[in-house]
């Protein structure tokens, strides 16, 4: 489950990464990732499942400020909040009207995958062996994440980024988990380098 | 009539039976539903979205998001659970058979999955058992008695407060599911509470968010097809 959450947050971490949108190879990924400080974004989340006839839509926002305090928050339909600072992570959820932190064993391992993440910023992306990254350009930018780690290929197929080429901004991320299960994110509003309260990264009360 | 005294002594034995409360005035027996219970079951096949708030014991421990699809013609169920974050953490089918296709920590016991078919069959069908008793409770609220195929007693009561209530009890009468409907909402799934008295108790508050009817015949497929 936790590898799960994880997953999701890694790949969209890694993918909001203005560098791969401006940069046409990896190598220009990791000199870009570099110049981030700070980086904000709304986003849409569908769900798509065999069991449901139309995907379950989720809204929520994701913050970053280097070196490594993330908040990848859920607004709807239910509320969530994952906040790592300085190698810390909780989780937050919205139970009897108010946030109640996630104290399951989960936490922990939580920690650690965060701190790979922290790497991927600032820009050591090979350092990760677990996808096969390829790159291909059509009407849009796509790049495709394939998972070579047999835990990981478990979970899921593939990985698919669209970038707007007129743009170079991320449109969406597809995480297709099986036949019948995928996800599919996709941001707006992202924006860089600019300032976000040091409080979004504390404890929730 | 000559059933007339095994009926007497069998509504006696129902209401001496452990925590079942004693119907006062049995209006009837019948081992058919009677018209006039308290009726707040599925009617047709429909796919609904709760948002589920957990607790165990009376502490909270978030909420999760579930899917049921279930139809009460054939007691077919399909459900997933999912987080806040849309990872699916769960996922069965009863049909009428259990089968589980994905069951992640906490929720990866046998136990766990067959006690969530239950208790969604308990909220959503009519119970499966014959009707036993029916009539009104020392409190004038409506009440219909049954007994399942496990041998639990199952009591639907009506008049509560606005609330339809479903109460289950072991063989000895030992109350294991509170389940509370309420008939304020526009919608009887709207808001439903659950209690379980088991070795660990929890606490189940459904908060409706999606609900559609679905074809019966999409069921049937699911049933049969090879889901994954």
């Known amino acids: ?205 | 009539m000559k059933m007339a005294p095994f009926l007497i002594f069998l509504i006696l034995l129902l209401s001496s039976c452990g925590g079942l409360p004693a119907i006062k005035k049995p209006a009837y027996l019948s081992g058919e539903q009677h018209s006039d219970c308290p009726s707040p079951f599925l009617k047709k096949p429909l796919r609904l979205i709760h948002a589920i708030e957990m607790k165990m014991g009376k502490e909270p421990r978030g909420a999760v998001i579930g899917v049921t699809l279930a139809d009460p013609a054939t007691r077919f169920i399909s459900c997933a659970i999912l987080t806040a974050e849309g990872v699916v953490l769960f996922e069965a089918q009863a049909a009428p058979s259990l089968k589980v296709f994905r069951a992640l920590p906490p929720f990866d016991s046998l136990d766990f999955a067959q006690n969530m078919i239950d208790d969604i069959k308990l909220i959503f069908f009519a119970p499966g058992g014959k009707m036993l008793a029916g009539g009104t409770l020392e409190d004038g609220t409506e009440i219909c008695r049954y007994r399942d195929e496990g041998g639990n007693w199952i009591d639907v009561r009506a008049g509560i407060a606005e609330k339809i209530e479903i109460n289950k009890y072991s063989s000895t009468g030992i109350l294991k599911r509170q389940i509370k409907l309420d008939r304020t909402k526009g919608n009887i799934y709207q808001h439903i509470e659950l209690t379980a008295q088991e070795r660990f108790n929890y606490a189940l508050t459904m908060t409706l968010l999606e609900m559609e009817p679905v074809e019966s015949e999409l069921l049937k497929e699911d049933a049969e097809g090879d889901v994954k």
């Open chain 1, 1 to 205: 489950m936790v590898k799960k959450y994880l997953l999701i947050i890694m790949i969209v971490f890694v993918l909001l990464l203005p560098g791969w949108a401006r940069a046409a190879d990896f190598e220009q990924l990791r000199s870009d990732a570099a110049k981030i400080k700070t980086l904000q974004a709304l986003f849409v989340q569908k769900k798509q499942l065999k069991i449901l006839s139309k995907p379950l839509i989720s809204e929520g926002r994701f913050f970053y400020v280097a070196p490594d305090a993330i908040r990848w928050e859920y607004l709807k339909p239910l509320k969530s909040v994952v906040v790592f600072n300085k190698g810390e992570a909780r989780r937050y959820l919205m139970s009897g009207g108010k946030m109640v932190e996630d104290k399951s064993g989960s936490v922990q391992a939580m920690s650690i995958v965060l701190g790979e993440i922290s790497n991927w910023l600032g820009g050591k992306f090979n350092r990760n062996p677990s996808f096969q990254a390829s790159l291909k350009k059509g009407v849009n930018v796509m790049i495709t994440l394939v998972p070579v780690d047999k835990n990981m290929a478990g979970m899921m197929e593939k990985i698919e980024i669209t970038i707007a080429k007129n743009t170079m901004a991320i449109k969406s991320v597809k995480i297709i988990e099986s036949e019948n299960a995928a996800t599919i994110i996709d941001f707006r509003q992202v924006e860089i380098n600019k300032a976000i309260s040091g409080s979004l990264f504390q404890e929730i009360k």
